[in-house]
């Protein structure tokens, strides 16, 4: 899997991210009919908080990010990418699994959504996302808290 970590994110790291999305979101959104080069870096900058975002490195250096923003109902996994020449390792699995955790002892559930098609669907239905809702665009699911997790 490689020596990885994660990090608090900053402001700093705001055009990183919006490199790495427009990489990794490409092919689904081309796909789709919905790619835009300027539109896939934008819509990232316009909701990007570092607050709520993590960035993982490997070897010392940026190689993804994700979030976990907290909603009234739910939080919700969002800019979750991995440069692409590390997908496939564990990586996301891993970082994926310790933000789950933290919110299975907090009793809180997950939202995402990913587009249509994407192979990230099948890592979140690994991991206990089921199907709400979906659109032409986007797949909309949801991960309820782990109850043994609640209950330690």
């Known amino acids: ?9 900053s402001g700093t790291d705001a055009e990183a991210v919006a ?3 427009a990489v990794v979101l490409r092919a ?4 789709l009919g919905r790619y835009d080069e300027r539109r896939v870096r934008q819509r990232l900058r316009d909701g990007f908080v570092p607050a709520h975002t993590w960035v993982i490195e ?3 250096a940026f190689a993804g990010c994700v ?6 109902d739910a939080h919700w996994l969002e800019h979750f990418y991995l440069a692409p020449h590390l997908q496939g390792n564990g990586i996301g699995a891993a970082v994926l699994r310790g933000l789950l955790e933290r919110c299975d002892r907090d009793g809180i559930p997950v939202r995402l959504n990913v587009l249509r098609g994407s192979p990230a669907r099948r890592l979140y239905e690994r991991h206990g ?3 709400q809702t979906e659109d032409p665009v986007d797949v909309f699911m949801v ?3 782990a109850p043994a997790a ?3």
């Open 129 to 131: 996302f089921i199907l």
């Open 1 to 9: 899997m490689g020596e990885w970590r994660i990090r608090p994110a």
């Open 28 to 31: 689904d959104l081309e796909r």
């Open 67 to 72: 979030a976990l923003r907290p909603a009234e």
């Open 58 to 60: 490997v070897g010392g």
């Open 150 to 152: 609640r209950d330690r």
């Open 19 to 21: 490199e790495l999305r």
């Open 143 to 145: 991960r309820e808290p």
